[in-house]
């Protein structure tokens, strides 16, 4: 049993013994990184039962910086979600924010102009969503937001919901906050 929390961060030398496939080595993602690219090992498996706590994650996919795992996705059901959330915020390590999906879509966006014509780039856009901290998350309906999520001073967690073919899931992006030496 591997528990996500745990192998978040760390090397692939640390946890070769655990990934089944093994068509890259450190010296490739090292490649990789010097490229400024990310390796592609969205193919990678555990040899062992991926855990979230004690949620057995069925599908996911694993991303490296470098020769560090800076991302977990995963995906689940709605009962899922919900069972995962009501954990994590029981968590005091883990602020809990959410944003709605009506306010999504009545958020403006925000045009960022650089001034760098000459350079190709003249603006950017973005939205930018406030959060009430007096808002109450009604855990009945779910599907009311767009984008919910937990911040540690280590982690990042947003959970988003998704459709294909008007079946619903909801998708896991776990982060690891990088540290100045993750860069070097």
Same mark, same amino acid.
């Given at each position: 049993?591997?528990? !996500?929390?745990?192998?978040? @961060?760390?090397?692939?030398?640390?946890?070769?013994? +655990? =990934?089944?496939?093994?068509?890259?080595?450190?010296?490739?993602?090292?490649?990789?990184s010097?490229? @400024?690219?990310?390796?592609?090992? #969205?193919?990678?498996?555990?040899?062992?039962d991926?855990?979230?706590?004690?949620?057995?994650?069925?599908?996911?996919?694993?991303?490296? !910086? %470098?020769?560090? *795992?800076?991302? =977990?996705?995963?995906? &689940?059901?709605?009962?899922?979600?919900?069972?995962?959330?009501?954990?994590? %915020?029981? +968590?005091? /390590?883990? /602020?809990? %924010?959410?944003?709605?999906?009506?306010?999504? $879509?009545?958020?403006?966006?925000? +045009?960022?102009?650089?001034?760098t014509? /000459?350079? @190709?780039?003249?603006?950017?856009? %973005?939205?930018?969503?406030?959060?009430?901290? #007096?808002?109450?998350?009604?855990?009945?309906? *779910?599907?009311?937001? &767009?984008?919910m &999520?937990?911040?540690s001073?280590?982690?990042? =967690?947003? *959970?988003?919901? $998704?459709?294909?073919e #008007?079946?619903?899931?909801?998708?896991? /992006?776990?982060?690891?906050?990088?540290? =100045?030496?993750?860069?070097?």
């Amino acid at each position: 049993m591997i528990q !996500l929390l745990e192998i978040l @961060g760390k090397d692939y030398e640390s946890l070769k013994d +655990i =990934i089944t496939r093994t068509d890259f080595d450190s010296e490739t993602l090292e490649s990789f990184s010097k490229a @400024g690219i990310n390796a592609p090992v #969205s193919k990678v498996k555990l040899n062992q039962d991926l855990y979230f706590f004690n949620f057995k994650i069925e599908k996911y996919k694993i991303v490296f !910086l %470098r020769n560090k *795992i800076c991302q =977990i996705d995963f995906v &689940g059901d709605k009962n899922k979600t919900l069972e995962i959330i009501d954990v994590l %915020r029981t +968590i005091k /390590e883990f /602020e809990f %924010r959410f944003i709605t999906k009506q306010q999504v $879509e009545e958020t403006e966006w925000e +045009i960022m102009d650089d001034n760098t014509e /000459e350079k @190709g780039f003249t603006e950017f856009k %973005r939205k930018r969503f406030e959060f009430d901290p #007096s808002s109450q998350f009604d855990r009945n309906n *779910i599907d009311k937001y &767009g984008v919910m &999520g937990f911040r540690s001073d280590k982690v990042n =967690i947003i *959970i988003k919901e $998704e459709f294909v073919e #008007s079946r619903s899931f909801f998708v896991f /992006e776990i982060y690891k906050i990088p540290n =100045i030496e993750d860069f070097n």
